[in-house]
Structures are given as C-alpha cells and as structure tokens.
C-alpha cells in the first residue's frame, strides 16, 4: 500500500466527462510518484435519477478503476432529500461489489407416460440440468482501492415517494455532477390498480389504461391502515373485478403483489 496516495490528497483534483459520466482524479503535488497523473477514473453505471422500487433496493452503481493503491478511496456519500428542499439527511448505505458465480440450474419438460389402460399421462418435471454464469452482489469489507477496475452499488430502504440526491466522495474529491433516485410502487411494473375510485365500476390501470371493471356492490372504504389511499371491499359473494387485457398470462411465472388490509380479512 503506498500511503503517500491518501496522506496528499489535500492536492487531488477532478474533471468530469458528461458524455460517459465518467469523473477522472488526479494529483497535483509533484513529490509523489504520480506525478500529475491520473489516481482513478470513476464511471456512473446506473442512471442520472435512477427509479426504483420500494423496499431494500439497488439506489447507484459505478465502476471505478484505481492506479495506485489508495487507503480509504471511497470516502463517504452526502445524502439530500429533494423533497425536503435538499436537507442532508443521515441514511444508512449499504456497499456491494459485483461477482460472478456458476449455479446449476435445473431444466423443465414435458414428460408423458402411458398406462395400461392406454391412458397417456403428462407432466413437467426435471428432465437435466446446465451451468448458469450468474452476478452477485457481495458485501464490500473495505473502502480501500487496490489497482485493479471494480464494479461497486449502493444500497438501502426506500419508501414510496423518496426522491434523494448523493454525492459521492473518492479521494478527497466530490463528485457533485451525479446523480439522484427515485422510489415508487409503480416502478417496472406492468399493470398498476389502486382501487381507490370514489364511485363507479371502472378499476382504472394507472400504467397502460388497461381498466378492470368492479362487478357488484362493493365497498368503498379506507386503506388508512396500509397507507396507500383508499380501497374495495370484496364480499366474496358475487363481489369481483374483471380484467381483459391479455397482459395477465397465467401460464407464466409473473410476479404480483397485493396490499390487504388484514384488520378487515380473516385468514
């Protein structure tokens, strides 16, 4: 470890290319053995304001490729809440780095059998398996830099609404020209009901406009317990909401998420 590349960065300096959101860190004292020249380039990977969900998520990636061995590269990240007229705010981020690993996967098929009676029976099961060469994210144990290009994230708990600034720092010097995210619950998603319509039989998709229909007499009441507006109360008797988009493939593995309110639902 050469200890001279943090003792002097009182001296270190940036530039900044937006065309690949790349900031390059040099040193400007002229007794270490970099003359001049360049300690690391640091690249944004995720976007400028990067939308994300809601829970514990990915918030900003970069990758940055150190030339000389740097104690403590990665000084800390100044937090700022935007919707708080950039109030510095104290939040936890957790640092990754990228890996690769190989993971047996299992394939599927359609096997059928034939029984005595000459009925032919079908089912998916495991007929073999294939090596598949995966991304891990891995703890990051040490903020020192070695010589070598790593691919880094943050992460941490987001909420429904967050909207926050970072700014990193990498050897003494502030990255001011990256980069925000944004939390929402509509993030990737395909189709999105909120079920909180004052009155009709229209289930309104906020995404692609893909309207479910409400059928019966449902019940209009308040979510206040989850947070999330207003919602329907379905009796279970002849109380259903229809939906005719072919978005909705059952066949297929999907992700889907609702919000109960278990106060009012017996299990």
């Not at 890996?99 to 998916?124: A, F, H, P, R």
């Not at 004052?198 to 979510?223: C, F, H, K, Q, Y």
Request: net charge negative; with cysteine; proline share 1%.
């Amino acid at each position: 470890m050469i200890s001279l590349a943090s003792a002097f960065e009182f001296d270190n300096f940036k530039s900044y290319d937006s065309s690949t959101r790349t900031v390059t860190i040099k040193n400007g004292y002229d007794i270490i053995p970099f003359v001049n020249d360049e300690i690391a380039t640091v690249q944004l990977k995720s976007d400028l304001n990067t939308k994300v969900g809601i829970g514990y998520q990915k918030v900003f990636e970069f990758e940055q490729d150190v030339y000389v061995d740097y104690e403590n590269f990665i000084k800390g990240f100044d937090i700022y809440n935007i919707n708080k007229d950039l109030k510095k705010e104290d939040i936890q981020i957790d640092l990754k780095y990228l890996d690769y690993e190989d993971v047996n996967v299992s394939d599927y098929g359609e096997v059928c059998e034939t029984l005595k009676n000459s009925t032919k029976i079908c089912s998916i099961k495991v007929i073999g398996e294939h090596i598949e060469h995966r991304e891990v994210w891995k703890d990051l144990s040490t903020l020192d830099a070695k010589v070598k290009k790593i691919t880094i994230s943050g992460w941490t708990n987001t909420k429904e609404g967050d909207h926050y600034e970072w700014i990193p720092n990498f050897a003494g010097v502030r990255v001011t020209e990256w980069a925000e995210w944004t939390a929402g619950l509509t993030v990737d998603l395909v189709h999105y009901y909120k079920f909180d319509e004052p009155s009709g039989t229209t289930a309104i998709d906020e995404i692609t406009g893909d309207n479910g229909l409400i059928v019966g007499t449902v019940e209009r009441i308040s979510s206040k317990n989850i947070g999330l507006g207003n919602a329907i109360n379905l009796s279970g008797t002849g109380d259903f909401v229809y939906f005719s988009t072919t978005k909705f493939d059952w066949n297929n593995i999907r992700n889907y998420n609702i919000f109960l309110d278990e106060t009012r639902i017996s299990f």
